[in-house]
């Protein structure tokens, strides 16, 4: 089993960043892959980064491309989501997801992953 807890959200105004973070304890390994996703309500829940921890390659989606970085610290069993010039439309509850290797077969869609986060809420004003 894999706890994962994620920190960092906030209230913050258009245009500034924000670090989340994603802390793994429990049954983790650097060979998981995981994946940063964001929901509104009334929406799916959409994809927004991942990242292979063993090889550190990343994926984004288009929408975020540029402006957020996915990032590891494995030593410390930590994922990090830094999100530079943020946008009203990047408003959303961020959940941090897990998988360990050979489940899934991607890394965009939720159904990828089978741990999940709470969730943290990022707010950006205009």
């Known amino acids: 089993q894999v706890q994962l807890v994620e920190s960092g959200g906030g209230l913050v105004q258009a245009g500034v960043s924000l670090r989340l973070s994603c802390a793994a304890s429990g049954r983790s390994s650097s060979t998981y892959t995981v994946g940063w996703f964001r929901q509104v309500p009334g929406k799916e829940r959409e994809f927004v980064a991942a990242?292979?921890?063993?090889?550190?390659?990343?994926y984004y989606a288009d929408s975020v491309k540029g402006r957020f970085t996915i990032s590891r610290d494995n030593a410390k069993n930590t994922v990090y989501l830094q999100m530079n010039n943020l946008k009203p439309e990047d408003t959303a509850v961020y959940y941090c997801a897990a998988r360990p290797l050979g489940y899934g077969s991607g890394w965009s869609l939720a159904t990828d992953y089978n741990y999940w986060g709470q969730g943290t809420q990022v707010t950006v004003s205009s």
């Open positions: 990242i292979l921890l063993s090889i550190g390659r990343t």
